[in-house]
Protein backbone atom coordinates (compact mmCIF):
# COMPACT_ATOMS: atom_id res chain seq x y z
CA UNK A 1 0.00 0.00 0.00
CA UNK A 2 1.41 3.53 -1.19
CA UNK A 3 1.89 5.80 1.59
CA UNK A 4 -0.40 8.91 1.34
CA UNK A 5 1.04 11.96 0.25
CA UNK A 6 1.89 14.25 3.30
CA UNK A 7 0.73 17.97 3.61
CA UNK A 8 2.44 20.41 1.44
CA UNK A 9 3.45 23.97 3.75
CA UNK A 10 5.48 25.35 1.44
CA UNK A 11 4.11 29.34 2.05
CA UNK A 12 2.68 28.88 -1.47
CA UNK A 13 0.03 25.88 -0.28
CA UNK A 14 -1.08 27.41 2.79
CA UNK A 15 -1.66 30.57 0.97
CA UNK A 16 -3.74 28.42 -1.27
CA UNK A 17 -5.72 26.64 1.11
CA UNK A 18 -6.71 27.64 4.80
CA UNK A 19 -7.97 24.04 5.47
CA UNK A 20 -4.70 22.49 4.04
CA UNK A 21 -3.77 19.97 6.74
CA UNK A 22 -7.79 19.23 6.86
CA UNK A 23 -7.98 18.61 3.41
CA UNK A 24 -4.91 16.26 3.31
CA UNK A 25 -6.17 14.60 6.05
CA UNK A 26 -9.96 14.27 4.70
CA UNK A 27 -7.91 12.62 1.56
CA UNK A 28 -5.52 10.37 3.70
CA UNK A 29 -8.20 8.24 6.14
CA UNK A 30 -9.74 6.89 2.24
CA UNK A 31 -6.46 4.52 1.81
CA UNK A 32 -6.09 3.22 5.55
CA UNK A 33 -7.29 -0.53 5.43
CA UNK A 34 -10.52 -1.66 7.69
CA UNK A 35 -10.08 -5.58 7.15
CA UNK A 36 -9.01 -5.68 10.56
CA UNK A 37 -12.18 -4.37 11.52
CA UNK A 38 -13.95 -5.86 9.79
CA UNK A 39 -12.44 -9.25 11.01
CA UNK A 40 -13.15 -7.94 14.28
CA UNK A 41 -16.79 -7.52 14.04
CA UNK A 42 -16.95 -11.19 12.47
CA UNK A 43 -15.28 -12.34 15.23
CA UNK A 44 -17.80 -10.50 17.94
CA UNK A 45 -20.62 -11.51 16.68
CA UNK A 46 -19.64 -15.66 16.31
CA UNK A 47 -18.13 -15.63 19.54
CA UNK A 48 -20.41 -13.35 21.40
CA UNK A 49 -23.79 -13.97 19.55
CA UNK A 50 -25.75 -11.80 17.44
CA UNK A 51 -26.81 -8.71 19.38
CA UNK A 52 -31.02 -9.04 20.45
CA UNK A 53 -33.80 -8.40 18.31
CA UNK A 54 -34.42 -4.89 18.98
CA UNK A 55 -30.47 -3.68 17.92
CA UNK A 56 -30.90 -1.90 14.90
CA UNK A 57 -26.82 -2.79 13.92
CA UNK A 58 -26.95 -6.56 13.63
CA UNK A 59 -22.66 -5.59 13.73
CA UNK A 60 -23.57 -5.62 17.40
CA UNK A 61 -23.17 -8.44 19.66
CA UNK A 62 -24.73 -9.58 22.46
CA UNK A 63 -21.50 -9.70 24.71
CA UNK A 64 -19.00 -7.13 23.56
CA UNK A 65 -15.42 -8.35 21.90
CA UNK A 66 -13.16 -6.50 20.86
CA UNK A 67 -12.57 -2.47 21.11
CA UNK A 68 -16.26 -1.09 21.36
CA UNK A 69 -17.82 -0.03 23.38
CA UNK A 70 -14.78 1.43 25.49
CA UNK A 71 -15.87 0.85 29.15
CA UNK A 72 -16.08 -3.05 28.36
CA UNK A 73 -13.53 -5.20 27.00
CA UNK A 74 -10.92 -7.68 27.85
CA UNK A 75 -8.90 -6.00 30.80
CA UNK A 76 -8.52 -8.66 32.97
CA UNK A 77 -10.57 -11.45 34.50
CA UNK A 78 -12.36 -11.36 37.54
CA UNK A 79 -10.29 -13.24 40.53
CA UNK A 80 -8.06 -13.85 36.90
CA UNK A 81 -10.02 -16.59 36.53
CA UNK A 82 -9.72 -18.47 32.69
CA UNK A 83 -11.24 -15.87 30.22
CA UNK A 84 -13.65 -17.80 27.36
CA UNK A 85 -13.81 -15.38 24.44
CA UNK A 86 -16.28 -17.78 22.55
CA UNK A 87 -19.56 -17.81 25.23
CA UNK A 88 -20.58 -20.99 23.07
CA UNK A 89 -17.71 -22.47 24.85
CA UNK A 90 -18.81 -22.42 28.52
CA UNK A 91 -20.68 -25.16 29.49
CA UNK A 92 -17.48 -27.12 30.94
CA UNK A 93 -17.99 -24.25 33.54
CA UNK A 94 -20.10 -23.73 36.41
CA UNK A 95 -19.71 -20.53 37.06
CA UNK A 96 -19.86 -17.63 34.32
CA UNK A 97 -18.93 -14.68 35.50
CA UNK A 98 -20.11 -11.16 33.14
CA UNK A 99 -20.43 -7.73 33.41
CA UNK A 100 -23.74 -5.30 32.39
CA UNK A 101 -22.06 -1.89 31.99
CA UNK A 102 -24.99 -0.15 32.32
CA UNK A 103 -25.85 3.38 33.70
CA UNK A 104 -28.37 5.00 31.98
CA UNK A 105 -30.70 3.90 34.34
CA UNK A 106 -29.02 6.17 36.58
CA UNK A 107 -30.90 8.72 38.63
CA UNK A 108 -28.27 10.81 40.30
CA UNK A 109 -24.79 9.86 40.09
CA UNK A 110 -23.06 7.93 36.86
CA UNK A 111 -19.89 5.61 36.75
CA UNK A 112 -21.69 2.53 37.21
CA UNK A 113 -20.50 1.59 33.45
CA UNK A 114 -17.54 1.08 35.00
CA UNK A 115 -18.45 -0.82 37.51
CA UNK A 116 -17.14 -4.78 36.38
CA UNK A 117 -13.82 -2.97 35.01
CA UNK A 118 -13.39 -1.76 39.06
CA UNK A 119 -14.57 -4.66 40.31
CA UNK A 120 -12.46 -6.90 38.32
CA UNK A 121 -9.40 -4.43 38.58
CA UNK A 122 -10.04 -4.66 42.61
CA UNK A 123 -9.92 -8.86 42.46
CA UNK A 124 -5.98 -8.44 41.54
CA UNK A 125 -5.46 -7.17 45.28
CA UNK A 126 -6.86 -10.47 46.48
CA UNK A 127 -6.17 -14.56 46.50
CA UNK A 128 -8.21 -17.13 45.98
CA UNK A 129 -8.13 -18.54 49.20
CA UNK A 130 -10.04 -17.91 52.12
CA UNK A 131 -8.30 -18.86 55.58
CA UNK A 132 -11.48 -18.55 57.88
CA UNK A 133 -14.05 -20.40 55.09
CA UNK A 134 -11.51 -22.36 54.13
CA UNK A 135 -12.22 -22.53 50.35
CA UNK A 136 -9.66 -21.96 47.62
CA UNK A 137 -11.83 -21.19 44.66
CA UNK A 138 -9.20 -21.64 42.00
CA UNK A 139 -8.81 -25.41 43.32
CA UNK A 140 -12.60 -26.10 43.97
CA UNK A 141 -14.64 -23.85 41.49
CA UNK A 142 -14.32 -23.78 37.69
CA UNK A 143 -15.53 -20.93 37.07
CA UNK A 144 -14.49 -18.81 33.99
CA UNK A 145 -15.05 -14.78 32.62
CA UNK A 146 -17.00 -14.66 29.74
CA UNK A 147 -16.57 -10.44 29.61
CA UNK A 148 -19.47 -7.94 29.43
CA UNK A 149 -23.25 -7.43 27.87
CA UNK A 150 -22.25 -4.56 24.94
CA UNK A 151 -24.67 -2.04 26.76
CA UNK A 152 -26.46 0.59 24.59
CA UNK A 153 -25.81 3.78 26.59
CA UNK A 154 -28.93 5.94 26.36
CA UNK A 155 -31.05 2.97 25.32
CA UNK A 156 -32.23 1.30 28.50
CA UNK A 157 -34.59 -1.21 26.23
CA UNK A 158 -31.91 -1.92 24.16
CA UNK A 159 -29.81 -2.49 26.67
CA UNK A 160 -32.05 -4.76 28.96
CA UNK A 161 -32.93 -6.52 25.80
CA UNK A 162 -29.49 -7.31 25.28
CA UNK A 163 -28.72 -8.54 29.04
CA UNK A 164 -31.89 -10.49 29.16
CA UNK A 165 -30.76 -12.36 26.11
CA UNK A 166 -27.18 -12.81 27.60
CA UNK A 167 -28.92 -14.20 30.73
CA UNK A 168 -30.99 -16.43 29.03
CA UNK A 169 -27.55 -17.67 27.20
CA UNK A 170 -25.54 -18.64 30.38
CA UNK A 171 -29.03 -20.13 31.83
CA UNK A 172 -29.29 -22.20 28.55
CA UNK A 173 -25.92 -23.29 29.23
CA UNK A 174 -26.60 -24.52 33.18
CA UNK A 175 -23.94 -22.62 34.04
CA UNK A 176 -24.68 -20.23 37.31
CA UNK A 177 -24.76 -16.57 36.48
CA UNK A 178 -23.03 -13.85 38.11
CA UNK A 179 -23.19 -10.17 36.80
CA UNK A 180 -21.13 -7.61 37.90
CA UNK A 181 -23.16 -4.14 37.63
CA UNK A 182 -24.13 -1.76 36.40
CA UNK A 183 -26.86 0.14 37.75
CA UNK A 184 -29.78 -1.56 39.31
CA UNK A 185 -32.23 -1.04 36.57
CA UNK A 186 -30.04 -4.35 35.52
CA UNK A 187 -32.36 -6.01 37.97
CA UNK A 188 -35.19 -6.27 35.66
CA UNK A 189 -33.59 -7.90 32.64
CA UNK A 190 -31.77 -10.41 34.31
CA UNK A 191 -34.88 -11.82 36.09
CA UNK A 192 -36.42 -11.96 32.63
CA UNK A 193 -33.59 -13.62 31.02
CA UNK A 194 -32.80 -16.03 34.15
CA UNK A 195 -36.84 -17.07 35.11
CA UNK A 196 -37.58 -18.53 31.69
CA UNK A 197 -35.54 -21.63 33.02
CA UNK A 198 -36.83 -22.12 36.24
CA UNK A 199 -39.24 -25.19 36.11
CA UNK A 200 -41.60 -23.16 38.84
CA UNK A 201 -41.37 -19.69 40.76
CA UNK A 202 -38.40 -17.53 41.60
CA UNK A 203 -37.79 -16.05 44.69
CA UNK A 204 -35.52 -12.67 44.68
CA UNK A 205 -33.48 -11.81 48.15
CA UNK A 206 -32.55 -7.91 47.65
CA UNK A 207 -29.99 -6.43 49.50
CA UNK A 208 -30.80 -2.37 49.42
CA UNK A 209 -31.15 0.70 51.29
CA UNK A 210 -33.66 1.52 48.60
CA UNK A 211 -37.25 -0.33 47.53
CA UNK A 212 -36.93 -0.25 43.92
CA UNK A 213 -40.42 -0.60 43.08
CA UNK A 214 -42.14 2.29 41.80
CA UNK A 215 -43.35 1.33 38.25
CA UNK A 216 -41.59 4.38 36.77
CA UNK A 217 -39.02 7.09 37.62
CA UNK A 218 -38.48 10.29 35.12
CA UNK A 219 -40.66 8.83 32.63
CA UNK A 220 -38.61 5.61 31.90
CA UNK A 221 -37.77 1.72 33.91
CA UNK A 222 -34.91 3.93 36.11
CA UNK A 223 -32.78 1.69 38.75
CA UNK A 224 -35.26 2.77 41.09
CA UNK A 225 -38.27 0.65 39.34
CA UNK A 226 -36.98 -3.18 38.60
CA UNK A 227 -38.92 -4.80 40.91
CA UNK A 228 -42.16 -3.37 40.02
CA UNK A 229 -41.25 -5.24 36.37
CA UNK A 230 -39.47 -8.27 37.84
CA UNK A 231 -42.66 -9.03 40.14
CA UNK A 232 -44.71 -8.63 36.86
CA UNK A 233 -43.23 -11.55 35.15
CA UNK A 234 -45.50 -14.72 35.88
CA UNK A 235 -43.20 -16.74 37.74
CA UNK A 236 -41.47 -14.07 40.16
CA UNK A 237 -44.32 -13.42 42.57
CA UNK A 238 -43.53 -10.21 44.86
CA UNK A 239 -44.41 -12.20 47.53
CA UNK A 240 -41.46 -14.16 46.85
CA UNK A 241 -39.64 -10.89 46.49
CA UNK A 242 -37.75 -9.95 50.12
CA UNK A 243 -35.82 -7.10 50.62
CA UNK A 244 -33.13 -6.37 53.32
CA UNK A 245 -31.38 -3.45 54.71
CA UNK A 246 -33.96 -0.77 53.66
CA UNK A 247 -34.18 2.78 55.14
CA UNK A 248 -33.06 6.34 54.95
CA UNK A 249 -34.23 9.57 53.28
CA UNK A 250 -33.77 8.24 49.89
CA UNK A 251 -37.16 5.78 49.92
CA UNK A 252 -39.66 7.20 47.19
CA UNK A 253 -43.12 6.69 48.58
CA UNK A 254 -44.14 5.58 45.02
CA UNK A 255 -42.32 2.42 45.36
CA UNK A 256 -42.90 1.73 49.36
CA UNK A 257 -47.04 1.95 47.67
CA UNK A 258 -46.11 -0.63 45.26
CA UNK A 259 -44.49 -2.74 47.98
CA UNK A 260 -47.23 -2.59 50.60
CA UNK A 261 -50.05 -3.24 47.47
CA UNK A 262 -47.96 -6.27 46.50
CA UNK A 263 -47.07 -7.69 50.05
CA UNK A 264 -43.11 -7.27 49.41
CA UNK A 265 -41.01 -7.94 52.50
CA UNK A 266 -39.03 -5.18 53.92
CA UNK A 267 -36.70 -5.65 56.40
CA UNK A 268 -34.53 -2.79 57.84
CA UNK A 269 -31.30 -1.97 59.30
CA UNK A 270 -32.42 -1.30 62.15
CA UNK A 271 -34.87 -4.92 61.98
CA UNK A 272 -30.75 -6.61 61.49
CA UNK A 273 -29.61 -4.76 64.75
CA UNK A 274 -32.06 -6.04 66.55
CA UNK A 275 -32.83 -9.52 65.64
CA UNK A 276 -29.40 -10.12 64.22
CA UNK A 277 -27.88 -11.62 60.95
CA UNK A 278 -28.97 -15.75 61.61
CA UNK A 279 -32.79 -14.85 62.35
CA UNK A 280 -32.49 -11.82 59.13
CA UNK A 281 -31.03 -15.23 56.80
CA UNK A 282 -33.56 -17.71 58.59
CA UNK A 283 -36.40 -15.88 57.49
CA UNK A 284 -35.30 -14.35 54.74
CA UNK A 285 -34.74 -17.97 52.65
CA UNK A 286 -37.71 -18.89 54.27
CA UNK A 287 -40.14 -16.05 52.73
CA UNK A 288 -37.76 -16.15 49.51
CA UNK A 289 -38.20 -20.37 48.86
CA UNK A 290 -41.85 -20.52 49.51
CA UNK A 291 -43.02 -22.68 47.11
CA UNK A 292 -40.26 -21.49 44.36
CA UNK A 293 -37.87 -23.53 42.63
CA UNK A 294 -34.83 -20.86 42.37
CA UNK A 295 -33.98 -17.84 44.27
CA UNK A 296 -31.74 -15.10 42.79
CA UNK A 297 -29.68 -12.51 44.81
CA UNK A 298 -29.31 -9.65 44.28
CA UNK A 299 -26.92 -7.23 45.92
CA UNK A 300 -27.08 -3.69 45.82
CA UNK A 301 -23.44 -2.04 47.55
CA UNK A 302 -25.18 0.84 48.65
CA UNK A 303 -26.67 -1.00 51.72
CA UNK A 304 -23.50 -1.44 53.42
CA UNK A 305 -22.82 2.12 54.96
CA UNK A 306 -22.15 4.62 53.04
CA UNK A 307 -19.06 5.85 54.61
CA UNK A 308 -17.49 2.37 53.49
CA UNK A 309 -18.83 2.84 49.77
CA UNK A 310 -18.34 6.17 48.94
CA UNK A 311 -18.81 4.70 45.17
CA UNK A 312 -22.12 4.20 44.82
CA UNK A 313 -25.02 5.82 43.20
CA UNK A 314 -27.32 6.97 45.88
CA UNK A 315 -24.96 6.69 48.99
CA UNK A 316 -27.11 6.26 51.99
CA UNK A 317 -25.55 6.47 55.73
CA UNK A 318 -26.68 4.28 57.91
CA UNK A 319 -26.15 1.09 55.98
CA UNK A 320 -24.74 -1.85 57.00
CA UNK A 321 -21.68 -2.64 58.23
CA UNK A 322 -19.40 -5.00 55.95
CA UNK A 323 -18.92 -7.68 57.98
CA UNK A 324 -22.87 -7.67 58.81
CA UNK A 325 -23.24 -7.42 55.19
CA UNK A 326 -20.86 -10.54 54.04
CA UNK A 327 -21.87 -12.67 57.15
CA UNK A 328 -25.59 -12.40 55.57
CA UNK A 329 -24.80 -12.83 51.89
CA UNK A 330 -22.61 -16.20 53.38
CA UNK A 331 -26.09 -17.05 54.98
CA UNK A 332 -28.05 -16.85 52.05
CA UNK A 333 -26.07 -18.75 49.62
CA UNK A 334 -25.68 -21.46 52.35
CA UNK A 335 -29.40 -22.16 52.01
CA UNK A 336 -29.15 -22.08 48.38
CA UNK A 337 -29.03 -19.14 45.15
CA UNK A 338 -29.39 -20.39 42.26
CA UNK A 339 -27.55 -16.78 40.48
CA UNK A 340 -26.83 -13.25 41.49
CA UNK A 341 -25.61 -9.74 40.74
CA UNK A 342 -23.47 -7.13 42.63
CA UNK A 343 -24.93 -3.83 41.20
CA UNK A 344 -24.10 -0.40 41.80
CA UNK A 345 -20.49 0.45 41.95
CA UNK A 346 -19.20 2.91 40.48
CA UNK A 347 -15.41 3.00 40.52
CA UNK A 348 -15.42 7.14 39.13
CA UNK A 349 -16.99 8.23 42.84
CA UNK A 350 -14.95 5.40 44.52
CA UNK A 351 -11.98 6.06 47.23
CA UNK A 352 -8.75 4.12 47.35
CA UNK A 353 -11.24 1.18 45.37
CA UNK A 354 -13.19 0.62 48.75
CA UNK A 355 -16.40 0.18 46.83
CA UNK A 356 -14.80 -2.14 44.30
CA UNK A 357 -13.35 -4.01 46.98
CA UNK A 358 -16.48 -4.80 48.94
CA UNK A 359 -18.20 -5.47 45.97
CA UNK A 360 -15.58 -8.33 44.99
CA UNK A 361 -15.76 -9.55 48.28
CA UNK A 362 -19.71 -10.06 48.20
CA UNK A 363 -19.40 -12.03 45.21
CA UNK A 364 -16.16 -14.34 46.07
CA UNK A 365 -17.93 -14.93 50.06
CA UNK A 366 -21.38 -16.31 48.40
CA UNK A 367 -19.33 -17.95 46.00
CA UNK A 368 -17.06 -19.71 49.00
CA UNK A 369 -20.49 -20.55 50.73
CA UNK A 370 -21.69 -22.33 47.57
CA UNK A 371 -18.70 -24.16 47.65
CA UNK A 372 -18.54 -25.40 51.48
CA UNK A 373 -22.03 -26.16 51.36
CA UNK A 374 -21.42 -28.78 48.17
CA UNK A 375 -23.91 -26.49 45.71
CA UNK A 376 -21.17 -25.67 43.80
CA UNK A 377 -17.57 -27.26 43.09
CA UNK A 378 -18.91 -30.56 41.42
CA UNK A 379 -16.74 -29.76 38.37
CA UNK A 380 -13.69 -29.64 39.65
CA UNK A 381 -11.05 -27.24 37.69
CA UNK A 382 -8.52 -29.50 36.86
CA UNK A 383 -8.98 -29.02 33.18
CA UNK A 384 -8.33 -25.39 33.75
CA UNK A 385 -5.97 -24.89 36.12
CA UNK A 386 -3.10 -23.93 34.08
CA UNK A 387 -5.23 -21.32 32.93
CA UNK A 388 -5.50 -19.61 36.15
CA UNK A 389 -2.87 -16.44 36.64
CA UNK A 390 0.30 -16.92 38.52
CA UNK A 391 0.21 -20.18 40.33
CA UNK A 392 2.77 -20.66 43.16
CA UNK A 393 5.57 -22.80 42.94
CA UNK A 394 4.27 -26.35 45.48
MN1 LIG B 1 -29.84 1.30 46.19
Known sequence: MSEPTGPDYSPE???????QQGHWAQQAEEKLSDR??????????????PGADSLTDKNIPTFARGEIPHFSGERGTFLKCPYVEDVHQIGDAEVAIFGAPLDAGTTYRPGTRFGPQG???ATNLFGTYNYELGVDLREQLNMVDIGDIFAIPGNLEKSFDQISKGM???MSQNVFPVVLGGDHSIGYPTIRGLA?????????????????????????????????HAT????APPTNLVQIGIGG??????????????????????????VGVEKIIETALELAWQGAKAVYLSFDIDVIDSGFVPGTG?????????????ALVRGIAEGGISGMEIVECSPPYDWAEQTSLISARVVMDTLASLVRTGQLGKKPSVARKDAWGPYPAS
Open 13 to 19: ALEERVD
Open 36 to 49: RWQEEVERALAYGL
Open 119 to 121: IRR
Open 168 to 170: AHV
Open 196 to 228: PYVDGNIGIIHFDRHVDTQELDLDERMHTTPWF
Open 232 to 235: DIKN
Open 249 to 274: WQAPRAGVKVGRARGTTVMTVGDVER
Open 314 to 326: WPEPGGLLPREAL
